[in-house]
Structures are given as C-alpha cells and as structure tokens.
C-alpha cells in the first residue's frame, strides 16, 4: 500500500491504475478514494489514474490537531502525492472540498499542472451565504464527534442536493451511504473545522483567478444551489475556462450522473492535449511529464 508523506509528516495512501498522462482525482468530504470508481475504470485505459485519500481519511494519516488541516495544506496535499507518485505534471480533477482544492492548487502551484477540472466548487463562497457556512461547517462537525460517524452519515447523506442521486441510483447512494458512515469522526471533524470552516472564498481570490493561465472545466449541477452562481463567477473570472451545467442534478456529479461527467472530461481533456501539443508533438508522450523513479 502506496504513501506519500507530506512535508509536515502526515502519510496519504494513494493508488496509481493505468498508464500514459495522470490524471489525480480528489475527493470530496462525504467521499473517499473509492468515490472515483466510475472514472478510474474509465480514464485508465489511456491514463495514469491517482486516487489519495485526503488527511483525516483512513487508511492515510489522521492529525489529532485541528491545526494541521487547512486549504492550503489540502491544495499542496495534491502535489505531495504527485510527488510521491514520481509525476512531474498532470491533470488534477475535484469535487466539492476536491474542487476547492483543484483550484487552490493552480493558484499555488501552477508550474505542476496541466489542467484543473472542479465540480460541484462553491458551498461557502457566495459572501451572503459566508457566515451561514461556516457556523454551519462547525455545526456538522460537532455532529460527528459527538453522535458518531455511523449516526450521522445517514442524515448528511440525505441533505438538500444529495436526494437527487438517492432518486436516481438508490444502490450507488446507499453505498455512498454506507462509506461515509466509516468515516474517522474524528479526521471528519478536524476536516470540516480546519478546511471548509476556514477556507477563503472564491469571490475574494477573484484577482488570483483572472491571472491564473491554466486551462479549467467547471462543473455543476442545476439543483446544487449554491454551487450555481460560483460556479458561474469562475467561468466569467478564469480566463481559459468552460462551464457545464448538469440538468436535474444536484452536488454528487461523478456518481450521480458519470457517463455524463466521464464524456465532458474526457472531451477536454482531449482538447487540452490538442491544444499543448498538437496532433504530432512528440511531447504528447507521457514519458515527458512523468519521472522515473
């Protein structure tokens, strides 16, 4: 079993299926590794596909201290792995906390990435909404350290944009379900305290976004209500950037709708590597942007 170590000494397990350009997948709060299931089997056929479990996520490292949970510190998390892993560059796809991190990390390292794909990025940014998140945030983790992970999860898997997936795939929710009521309740908690709670907002990084030249997909669904409006700030904010609405689809994109997710990935990502280089560039080979170890 694979870890990275992260410059502060925490361990993230990761896993690596498939060869040729990496994509890294990050997952959202209510997830784990095992949430890109559907992408894995899809993108590894002609990928290198990297799935980590996040600080606070078993089996990777659990800080006991809230301190060492930050959005900086889960945007250089995804670099650490790229390191571990011996990946020099590569696409990096998140959802919901992944997303936030997708972006923090083209802010803060844009050098180690080919593009950014973030869905379903937007819960706490819309300044209106800013303080109702954070005591919210707080609230939800009291309610997993203090009921329990396996108490809790049923009714945080139940909120206002998740019935959308429970209406559709009843099985993928129930086992959605039934991972997140494994959580560490502790690592959930120090999560939701240390990086939702506290993370900036996108409309107050909206400098950083204008000068950020890295090609962005984002993604969203039209039931994920607070998800809507920043996601379309950052379409109008990020210069090389395309949107994507989901229709009747709430916050769980990649497993609530992933035939339709995997078909908009892979369609650009295929334009991103038009688009860098070309049709006959020997830089295309992928053993260009990875190291051997």
Same mark, same amino acid.
């Given at each position: ?20 350009? &990496? ?18 089997a899809a993108f590894a056929r002609r /990928? ?177 209500? /607070? ?19 989901? &229709? ?46």
């Amino acid at each position: 079993m694979p870890f990275a170590t992260t410059d502060d000494g925490v361990r993230l397990h990761y896993d690596s299926v498939g060869e040729g350009v &990496p994509i890294v997948f990050v997952h959202e709060f209510g997830g784990n590794h095992w949430s890109w299931e559907p992408q894995v089997a899809a993108f590894a056929r002609r /990928h290198r596909c990297i799935t980590y479990a996040a600080r606070g996520y078993p089996p990777s490292d659990i800080p006991p201290d809230v301190s060492s949970y930050s959005q900086a510190r889960a945007a250089d998390d995804i670099v650490a792995v790229m390191d571990a892993a011996g990946i020099d560059m590569a696409h990096i796809v998140g959802l919901s906390m992944g997303g936030f991190a997708c972006l923090h990390a083209g802010l803060r390292h844009p050098g180690r990435l080919l593009s950014i794909v973030a869905a379903g990025a937007g819960y706490g940014a819309e300044k209106a909404h800013e303080a109702y998140f954070q005591g919210i945030s707080n609230t939800v983790a009291d309610n997993f350290e203090n009921q329990g992970s396996a108490a809790f999860a049923p009714i945080y898997a139940e909120g206002a944009s998740r019935v959308q997936f429970q209406a559709k795939d009843p099985a993928g929710w129930r086992l959605f379900a039934e991972r997140l009521a494994k959580h560490d309740a502790r690592g959930a908690a120090n999560t939701m305290r240390g990086v939702q709670a506290k993370r900036p907002s996108l409309y107050d990084l909206e400098d950083q976004f204008r000068r950020l030249d890295l090609p962005v997909l984002i993604l969203v669904g039209d039931e994920d209500d /607070h998800c809507l409006q920043p996601g379309i700030f950052l379409k109008r904010t990020i210069p090389r950037s395309g949107l994507a609405v989901f &229709p009747k689809t709430g916050h769980t994109l990649n497993l609530e709708e992933p035939a339709l997710f995997n078909t908009l990935v892979a369609e650009f990502l295929a334009q991103v590597a038009a688009d860098r280089w070309g049709p006959r560039d020997p830089r295309a080979d992928p053993a260009q942007i990875m190291r051997t170890k």
